[in-house]
């Protein structure tokens, strides 16, 4: 992992209750019982944090930062308590006069510390070293203090206590509000004594012989050493407690949200270890490597919030355009407030680095705006109707040797079409797929969620059987919680489907005109594997106007993963495919049923998929009408607006009453498409002002609406359904701040707002 020591030129280490009444508002998020932290209430008061060498702290103090992460030492050998003396006197005094300028100044003080042993005490522990194969080869290593790979120590040895040993040596002495560290989590396979030893004793079996995701065995270790991890950072975290209460980890995480994390494989921690952090944060690359011009960096922030749960997460935009060597000297200072506002909008604070040479005013700028916004930040959780689990057993145990093709575009595509649709969208793990998390959601999407638990079809059963929407698509259900295939789906008597396999997916080269044939290369054909027809009739999820103006009948052109399945009442099919190999077939493609007191839409055809990788409008239109008919009740607020403005939905409750917040953040680019849309980054320079955009309120008792930070407050306009408000024009992000209390008077009904599609169905 690159982290902010290296940008600044220091040492780095590598890499339902259903819609529940809004008089019972805030319902914390449930945190699992072994994940039970308790995080410092300050943490819950941060929304700005800065990453700064000790020589920065006046500019540090001058950009508004509450919290400070910098990097002064590493960590020393024998520790004071075992007659070590500790930090020299050079380092000791630095330390102690930062900490103390911090606190002088009410800021909080964060040390990002290597978590590597000195060459000293690798080598006076050569078997704390981490081995590979098992081979023990790495003790003959003389360990380097320029080469870190050399002093990588396991945490499942005495390392780790050492560790939790010198934190607290150091908490102690100086004063520390916390640490981080750029690592600390653990390697793909470890073959260590202790190691092998710990995994004997506690499953009975013996260490895999290789890093291999094929094979069950490994997979085993996997979700082993993921749980020794979390028992290495529980212990961290009561050492470091029972020194100080109010002490922190704030560090990085990984497998969390950042694009390129999400393609690990094997993963270096379980993301359940989020829960674990007093705020985990995540380096936010925003270049064409990270699929910066797309939703990826909003899903990316949208989805480390939901894995922080309920305590404060961080997304630090990195100021870099097209990979390395970065290229921060012509980095528009307004893009970096454009990324910053997106953090916000889905439920991050901004950390920003104000080590980017030439670019402190514009950290400066973040945290002003920032600030403008913090009444409106702090103690939020998101307003509960639409869940979609994004499932890491999925990824890591199915998906693992295509997580590009296979686990990402149907969760972009639902994520896309909840932004565009202004649909408000949590995200779930698998461990929250639980009776108590599900009961909070109308409708709960499973976008090609293959790896499910016994424990997780139950509770997906029982929480439709009771009235929940269940939107299932692709393989969900089709293997265990280690990706172990299963004959049919598990949840096949939900689905109202059984599994019969994948179509065969074809190219079938129709006849081109001769000039446009002579342009296209082979990778044209390549792009249009899986074409087929996709027919459908008369139902909720394809009525409106809105989709009679995109597709003016009822059959249309749809590329993308299929299934062949046999319904279980041929009456609920409602859709059916051809594919362009099997010009005489007719098979379900969509099925639409009743579970219990419950809705389930089954999609046989990757509509998600598609629309992340090749979309075509009716997709999302099918997706939004998919929720609206399985949630049976509308969500009482609808955002009219551009589809390139994101709305967020937050609840918020203190001495002053209760409220809806929600984010509106303007996408705008207006130099899109404009250059090579393989590389293309976006390098905002500026913005277009969004004018029209209304806003619907049904069945909520309003006493205010306002807008911020411009402090404006926007009268409650009658119309049919209830009230609606006229937002002033959106520039890059505002705020809807949402009073619920009494009703106050409202003006005459207004023409509706230009600018959004009101038609559209919920």
């Known amino acids: 992992m690159v982290n902010d020591w290296a940008i600044l030129g220091m040492s780095s280490c590598r890499l339902l209750l259903f819609w529940f009444a809004l008089s019972s508002f805030l319902s914390a998020r449930p945190v699992l019982a072994q994940n039970a932290l308790k995080v410092p209430e300050w943490v819950h008061r941060v929304t700005r944090m800065a990453f700064l060498t000790p020589g920065e702290f006046e500019k540090g103090v001058e950009s508004g930062a509450q919290v400070f992460h910098f990097n002064l030492v590493w960590p020393y050998y024998p520790l004071k308590r075992e007659g070590g003396t500790g930090l020299s006197a050079n380092e000791s005094q630095q330390l102690r006069a930062f900490v103390k300028s911090c606190h002088q100044k009410g800021i909080k003080a964060v040390l990002g510390l ?288 295509d997580i590009v093709e296979r686990f990402l575009p149907p969760i972009f595509g639902v994520f896309r079409m909840a932004f565009e649709e202004h649909l408000p969208l949590d995200i779930l793990s698998d461990w929250e797929v639980i009776p108590h998390t599900l009961s909070r959601y109308r409708v709960l999407i499973l976008p090609n969620a293959v790896a499910l638990s016994a424990t997780q079809v139950s509770a997906i059963r029982e929480y439709v059987r009771a009235g929940g929407g269940l939107i299932a698509t692709g ?138 990788s090749y979309s075509y409008p009716y997709q999302r239109v099918v997706l939004a009408n998919a929720a609206a008919w399985a949630a049976q009740k509308p969500f009482p607020i609808t955002v009219h607006a551009p589809m390139a403005v994101q709305a967020t939905f937050f609840q918020q409750a203190d001495t002053q009453g209760k409220r809806i917040i929600i984010h509106l953040w303007n996408g705008v680019n207006t130099t899109a498409n404009h250059g090579l849309p393989a590389n293309e980054v976006p390098l905002r320079e500026e913005s277009i002002l969004v004018h029209g955009i209304q806003i619907d309120f049904q069945g909520l008792t309003i006493r205010r609406v306002h807008a911020e930070p411009m402090g404006k407050t926007l009268p409650l306009i009658r119309n049919e359904k209830g009230v609606a408000v006229e937002v002033p024009p959106l520039d890059i992000h505002t705020l809807i701040v949402v009073e619920l209390g009494e009703k106050v008077a409202t003006q005459k009904p207004r023409m509706s707002a230009q600018g959004g599609k009101s038609e559209k169905s919920f």
């Not at 979390?230 to 002490?247: L, S």
């Not at 910066?292 to 355009?321: C, K, N, R, T």
């Not at 059984?498 to 002579?518: I, K, W």
């Not at 990778?523 to 995109?550: E, I, M």
């Open 114 to 401: 290597p978590p590597f042993p000195s060459v000293g005490h690798i080598t006076a522990y050569p078997e704390w070293r981490i081995d590979p194969d098992g081979s023990r080869k790495v003790r003959a290593v003389l360990p380097r203090e320029d080469d870190l790979g050399t002093r990588l120590a396991c945490n499942n040895s005495p390392w780790g206590d050492y560790l939790i040993d010198l934190l607290a040596e150091l908490l102690t002495d100086y004063q520390l509000d916390g640490f981080s560290f750029d690592g600390n989590d653990h390697p793909p396979i470890c073959s260590c004594v202790l190691c092998a030893q710990g995994y004997l004793q506690d499953t009975k079996r013996t260490l895999p012989l290789k890093i291999d995701l094929d094979d069950t065995a490994y997979r085993q270790y996997l979700v082993w050493r993921g749980e020794r991890l979390e028992a290495h950072y529980r212990k961290m975290q009561a050492g470091i407690k029972a020194v100080n209460p109010n002490a922190v980890i704030m560090t990085w995480t990984v497998n969390a949200g950042r694009y390129g994390h999400l393609l690990y494989a094997p993963r270096a921690m379980p993301t359940s270890l989020n829960r674990l952090l007093d705020l985990p944060m995540q380096e936010w690359w925003l270049d064409e490597t990270n699929l910066g011009s797309s939703i990826a960096p909003a899903f990316g922030a949208a989805y480390l919030h939901s894995l922080a749960g309920a305590s404060p997460s961080a997304s630090e935009p990195y100021l870099m355009s097209h990979g390395n060597p970065y290229g921060t000297h012509s980095f528009p200072a307004h893009e970096r407030l454009v990324r910053s506002l997106l953090a916000i909008t889905n439920g991050n604070i901004t950390a920003q680095s104000l080590g980017w040479e030439g670019h402190y005013e514009s950290a400066k700028r973040v945290f002003r705006e920032v600030g403008l916004r913090e009444k409106w930040l702090l103690n939020t959780q998101k307003v509960p109707h639409v869940a979609m689990l994004v499932s890491e057993q999925t990824r890591q145990f199915v998906a693992y040797k």
């Open 475 to 612: 393989e969900t259900s089709l293997c265990d919680e280690l990706g172990r295939p299963q004959t049919n789906f598990t949840l096949s008597d939900v689905l109202g489907v059984t599994y019969q396999g994948m179509v065969n997916a074809q190219s079938v080269r129709t006849p081109l005109d001769v000039n446009f044939a002579q342009t296209l290369s082979e990778n044209y054909w390549q792009k249009r594997v899986g074409v087929s027809t996709l027919t459908w009739q008369a139902h909720p999820l394809f009525t409106g106007s809105y989709l009679k103006q995109l597709v003016s009948r009822s059959s249309v052109v749809f590329r993308g993963s299929a299934m062949r399945v046999v319904p279980t009442v041929e009456g609920e099919v409602i859709a059916r495919f051809t594919p362009a190999s099997d010009p005489k077939a007719s098979l379900p493609a969509i099925v639409a049923r009743n579970f219990g007191k419950g809705r389930v839409v089954t999609f046989a055809t990757g509509l998600d998929s598609a629309y992340w």
